[in-house]
């Protein structure tokens, strides 16, 4: 009979011991699935990744990247279409300003030089009272007195005009509008604001020229 009631014992205490660890491993493991949802992110990585700033123009400190600026882009005498495009591309890129293209127009012949030759400084008079901000491209070669140019402008002046080279068609753009935001010619052959630089030219403005701009505009 002893014997029986130990056997019982033991019997009953082994199953209890069963019971405890079993609940215990239960319970681990809703604590490891409830961390495991805990760390699952609202987002996946590939759509963190995607998101844009909300607004670019607050973020940067360059004052002359600016959404809100809106330029002109059009032809001075037939430029096809695809060449603006390409042009307003690379503004909206460098500057971030809005372009619109525009018609083209027909090249006035009292601009004309020569037969295939545009004098520059007359082309800027023409239209230097135009409201907006507007570049002028033609296939004509540019020239003041007798040097030729690839674009021309005035400090803080709202005419530019430029001869459609893809070559040297970035460079052009961006330091003839630095002009027109008050830059003058820089003597860092690495600054796109400076002149005859082609085998220097690092494609942005130095430093001098950026803290200037900042200042200016």
Do not use: W
């Not at 830059?183 to 400076?194: P, R, V």
């Amino acid at each position: 009979m002893k014997t029986l009631i130990k056997t019982a014992i033991i019997l009953y205490t082994l199953f209890f011991i069963y019971k405890c660890n079993n609940r215990s491993t239960e319970n681990y493991n809703q604590v490891i699935e409830t961390q495991k949802v805990e760390v699952l992110p609202d987002t996946t990585s590939y759509e963190v990744a995607n998101q844009e700033p909300e607004n670019q123009y607050v973020e940067t400190t360059n004052k002359y990247y600016n959404p809100n600026q809106t330029i002109v882009i059009r032809g001075l005498g037939y430029i096809d279409n695809s060449d603006l495009e390409y042009a307003a591309s690379l503004v909206k890129e460098f500057y971030g300003y809005n372009c619109i293209i525009s018609d083209n127009i027909e090249t006035p012949q009292n601009l004309y030089m020569s037969e295939g030759v545009i004098d520059a400084h007359k082309t800027i008079m023409e239209y230097m009272n135009s409201t907006t901000r507007t570049i002028y491209f033609t296939y004509e070669n540019l020239y003041v007195d007798n040097m030729e140019l690839r674009g021309y402008t005035t400090t803080y002046g709202n005419a530019v005009v430029i001869k459609y080279d893809r070559s040297f068609l970035r460079e052009t753009l961006i330091h003839e509008i630095g002009h027109t935001l008050g830059l003058h010619h820089c003597d860092d052959l690495t600054c796109i604001m400076a002149i005859n630089n082609d085998a220097y030219d690092k494609g942005d403005f130095c430093e001098k020229c950026k803290n200037m701009l900042n200042n200016l505009n």
